[in-house]
């Protein structure tokens, strides 16, 4: 799920923030995770938004949270299963491919 | 019933009606539902148990406890989901109990050591730099995802790396979805604070930008 919202969380090196610590850094940081995994409510992604335009301290956890999830995906090594298994569990169930 | 009997987790996920499929369906919904999810199956495999030849033998009994209970499978459903429970209780009642891993260490323990903990919540924004983290390779990133204890680990390889909903990882590990978003948040700290450790022991810079 891809959100327009995303483009929004920059880091302008000019621009104020009414915050630089967020005293909700935790809850923040809750819903940040479920806006990135797609699975915020309408209430976190509103609060999401509003959050991008004035804390700063939000924007780098969203920033944070983004990058190491992107590393997960991206970077992690993902195992292939090795021909001669699938051919011993096929050979094993007698499945006709 | 021995101890350990009982303590074993229903492995097949119940169906509400169970479908009597002929030969030739069997076969057709092993090829084209199970075996499209067997490289993902493998990886959470080797995830989990960390070792070649645990995660051939936990992938093969998956397979081969599907087809025995293939009637409890309805066609046409979320079969990645489906195989990915059974792999997951398998490893519980049948690798876990075995396993080697030095951090072994019981979950329930570990969920109320970080609830305890939550009020104190350590914010990473001040000690791990996002240039930092770009900058690691994947055997990096990959040791700091096997270090964290199993629990933690596999809510991160279901959400992070298998893109599974928080429904689909409830209806997996069967903990309400309160419970995935909860252990998501810890595991992903836990991670970042492994994160953070490596990057300091390898020279990388970790001050606050």
Redesign the interface.
């Known amino acids: 799920m891809v959100l327009d919202m995303h483009a929004s969380a920059s880091t302008g090196e000019n621009k104020e923030y009414k915050k630089v610590y967020c005293e909700h850094?935790?809850e923040c940081?809750?819903k940040i995770?479920?806006v990135l995994?797609?699975?915020a409510s309408e209430a976190e992604k509103e609060h999401f938004r509003e959050n991008m335009d004035d804390c700063l301290?939000c924007i780098?956890?969203y920033?944070?949270?983004k990058?190491?999830?992107e590393?997960?995906?991206a970077?992690?090594?993902?195992?292939?299963?090795?021909d001669n298994?699938?051919a011993?569990?096929k050979s094993?169930?007698n499945?006709?491919? | 019933m021995s101890v350990i009997m009982s303590e074993e987790i229903e492995e097949i996920p119940l169906a509400s009606s169970e479908t009597s499929y002929n030969d030739a369906e069997k076969?057709d919904i092993?090829?084209r539902e199970f075996?499209p999810h067997?490289?993902s199956?493998?990886?959470f495999a080797?995830?989990l148990t960390m070792d070649e030849d645990d995660?051939?033998d936990l992938?093969?009994d998956t397979?081969?406890k599907a087809?025995r209970f293939i009637s409890s499978f309805e066609r046409g459903t979320n079969a990645k989901a489906w195989l990915f429970r059974i792999l997951k209780n398998s490893f519980i009642n049948d690798y876990r109990k075995r396993s080697k891993e030095p951090s072994k260490v019981d979950y329930q323990e570990v969920e109320t050591t970080y609830n305890s903990e939550?009020a104190a919540?350590v914010?990473?924004?001040t000690d791990?730099r996002?240039e930092t983290?770009?900058d690691?390779?994947?055997?990096e990133?990959?040791t700091a995802?096997n270090s964290l204890p199993v629990d933690f680990r596999t809510v991160?390889i279901l959400?992070?790396?298998e893109g599974f909903?928080?429904e689909e990882m409830a209806k997996i590990l069967d903990i309400p979805i309160g419970t995935v978003?909860s252990r998501?948040?810890r595991a992903?700290n836990l991670?970042?604070d492994k994160?953070k450790v490596y990057a300091s022991s390898m020279g990388y810079n970790t001050d606050e930008y």
């Not at chain 1, 970077?75 to 090795?82: E, G, Q, S, T, Y």
């Open positions: 850094h935790t940081l809750k995770q479920a995994d797609g699975e301290h780098k956890m920033h944070l949270e990058c190491v999830k590393a997960l995906q970077k992690v090594d993902k195992r292939l299963c090795p298994l699938i011993t569990i094993k169930l499945i006709i491919s | 076969n092993f090829n075996m067997i490289n199956m493998y990886n080797f995830r995660a051939n992938v093969q397979y081969l087809f939550e919540e914010d990473h924004t791990l996002v983290v770009q690691m390779i994947g055997d990133v990959a995802l991160i959400c992070d790396i909903t928080y978003r998501l948040h992903r991670l970042k994160l």
